[in-house]
Antibody, heavy 124, light 108 residues
Framework: EVHLVESGGGLVQPGRSLRLSCTGSGFIFGDYALNWVRQAPGKGLEWVGFIRSKSQSATTEYAASVKGRFTISRDDSKNIAYLEMNSLRPEDTAVYYC???????????????WGQGTLVTVSS | EIVLTQSPGTLSLSPGERATLSCRAS???????LAWYRHKPGQAPRLLVF???SRAAGIPDRFSGSGSGTDFTLTISRLEPEDFAVYYC?????????FGQGTKVEIK
């Protein structure tokens, strides 16, 4: 059974950094592209970015709202994907979800599977 | 960027009734890469439909997706108690990936 678990959320001051992790189990992690999606309080779902599988060169793409501040990476030997968030702003406050899809092409992944999410609060 | 507009914003229905949710794209969705998710409070969203009309694994047949190009529909033939939730459409044919703003299906 595919299982994704996010971790690393918490309270952080504006301008500081935080790294989230997404740990996968029950599937061949390296064959999957991984998404990060967030939901701010009282708002809808917002795509943050994704990383392709190693076979697609593990390239990344980001939403305009986070480009240049957030970085997605992966360590397939540990079955973990990371979301490194720098220069955090109050508007980055949200539940962050990771999701995955096994795809062979370079198109963006949908979320066949989702984690339960981790809450990030940016406040002084 | 493809903007997805969902309607209505809220749908008030009774269990057993039929729900029809709409998702309109500002430009054609490549290869109809359009997904629908159900999201209940405190839970992870769940994939219902992908490719505009294919049901995801384990999704009951009361859920059906249709449409192509810029106009898509999710139909729930008979609402069950667990279907009262927020539904999002998502296009994943091109970057940036985008979501609609959601349709809340509430108990009348």
């Amino acid at each position: 059974e595919v299982h994704l678990v996010e971790s690393g959320g918490g309270l952080v001051q504006p301008g500081r950094s935080l790294r989230l992790s997404c740990t996968g189990s029950g599937f061949i992690f390296g064959d999957y592209a991984l998404n990060w999606v967030r939901q701010a309080p009282g708002k809808g779902l917002e795509w943050v970015g994704f990383i392709r599988s190693k076979s697609q060169s593990a390239t990344t793409e980001y939403a305009a709202s986070v480009k240049g501040r957030f970085t997605i990476s992966r360590d397939d030997s540990k079955n973990i994907a990371y979301l490194e968030m720098n220069s955090l702003r109050p508007e980055d406050t949200a539940v962050y979800y990771c999701g995955s899809e096994e795809i062979l092409s370079s198109r963006p992944p949908k979320n066949d599977y989702w984690g339960q999410g981790t809450l990030v609060t940016v406040s002084s | 960027e493809i903007v997805l507009t969902q309607s209505p914003g809220t749908l008030s229905l009774s269990p057993g009734e039929r729900a029809t949710l709409s998702c309109r794209a500002s430009q054609s969705v490549r290869s109809n890469y359009l997904a629908w998710y159900r999201h209940k409070p405190g839970q992870a969203p769940r994939l219902l439909v992908f490719g505009a009309s294919s049901r995801a694994a384990g999704i009951p047949d009361r859920f059906s997706g249709s449409g192509s190009g810029t106009d898509f529909t999710l139909t729930i033939s008979r609402l069950e108690p667990e279907d009262f939730a927020v539904y999002y459409c998502q296009q994943y044919g091109s970057s940036p990936v985008t979501f609609g703003q959601g349709t809340k299906v509430e108990i009348k």
